[in-house]
């Protein structure tokens, strides 16, 4: 499913490239985590509206929420990750779509682009490519408000 391949890299956060947008290095590892921190939008239309959101809470600890494009269903879920210079890769602790984000379920993605609006990761499974859109927290809208 191609909205489960986007958004599960997008919570791990994690080369082609290896400059941000602006041309300064990618960070990694502490510094990573800092530009990391805040909510970022998963969108089909470089970031005008978003169908999900990440919310890397603080060091190591991300929520997620949204409704799939495809079929409006909804998913919340929190999980942990852990940063390798600019690898990261995400365990899934909890989650009410399991079939899409299977609680223990482990994801990796590598940052190859990180500034103040947007964020471009690989998924070191599949490959593909991704890119979020840096929001205000109270933007951020769930299923059921949360």
Known sequence: M???EFFV???LLVAACT???DGSPVPEDAALSVALRGVWCAS????????????FVDEGLIEACGAFPEDGKTFVLKGRYELRGRESCLTITESNTP??????GKFCAR???????QHTYRNLETG????TYRVSEASKRCPGGT
Request: hydrophobic share 25%; proline share 5%; aromatic share 10%.
């Open 19 to 21: 400059s941000s947008t």
């Open 44 to 55: 089909d239309d470089n970031g005008k509206t978003c169908w999900g959101y990440d919310h």
């Open 9 to 11: 890299p997008l919570l």
């Open 99 to 104: 079939n899409f984000f299977p609680v223990g």
């Open 128 to 131: 593909t490519e991704h890119t």
């Open 111 to 117: 940052v190859l682009r990180i500034d103040k609006r």
């Open 2 to 4: 191609r909205t489960a």
